[in-house]
């Protein structure tokens, strides 16, 4: 391996760790099976980290990010479609890992004390990012919604998000991805008035 300043090989762990998660998921992430995978030693990763869950939870916070990226979408995506988006209404295959992340993220909360933390923050980056299309939508009057509101609607738009996605885990007969997409826009239009 070349040589890397401490802050370029920390990131290069992330990097690596977060390729393995979206292939194997966040709760199959060890040391070791990173160090194997990637060519790092053992040590290494310890350097770096605190512990597995210090890993874990900075590997879930950047894929988060990545997964909220409103640049993957078409330049001329509207603001009902990077909501629709956000709201992993439109999950396509390629999203499907990030899917599965956030889920291995939710059964890690009540195990590791550090990682509900984690979760709630990532919870608050999900809101800041749809609060934000809110507003561009509220700016182009393509929203009819009071600004005081805007923080309980994205808060209320990620709970049935959440929710749906929860009642699809447990194989609940009717709750498929068309049962999903049309819960969604009719809370965006009921929301949003329209």
């Known amino acids: ?5 401490k802050s370029e090989r920390k990131q290069q762990i992330i990097d690596s760790a977060k390729k393995f998660v979206l292939s194997e998921g966040l709760n199959t992430l060890t040391v070791r099976k990173l160090a194997e995978k990637a060519e790092f030693s053992v040590g290494q990763v310890h350097h770096h980290f605190d512990s597995i869950h210090d890993l874990k939870s900075q590997v879930f916070l950047a894929l988060v990010h990545e997964n909220l990226n409103l640049n993957r979408l078409p330049d001329n995506a509207t603001t009902k479609e990077k909501l629709i988006y956000l709201l992993g209404s439109e999950a396509t295959t390629s999203e499907t890992p990030y899917i599965r992340v956030w889920n291995d993220a939710e059964s890690n909360v009540y195990s590791h004390p550090t990682f509900k933390q984690v979760y709630a923050q990532a919870i608050k980056i999900w809101q800041n990012s749809i609060i934000d299309v809110l507003r561009i939508g509220l700016e182009k009057k393509e929203f009819i919604i009071q600004l005081d509101r805007i923080n309980e609607i994205a808060l209320r738009l990620i709970s049935l998000a959440v929710g749906l996605e929860f009642l699809s885990n447990l194989e609940v007969e ?21």
């Not at 009717?174 to 329209?194: K, S």
């Open 1 to 5: 391996m070349a040589y890397l300043s």
């Open 174 to 194: 009717g709750v498929q991805f068309e049962f999903f997409h049309h819960q969604i826009i009719l809370a965006i239009q009921q929301e949003l008035g329209i």
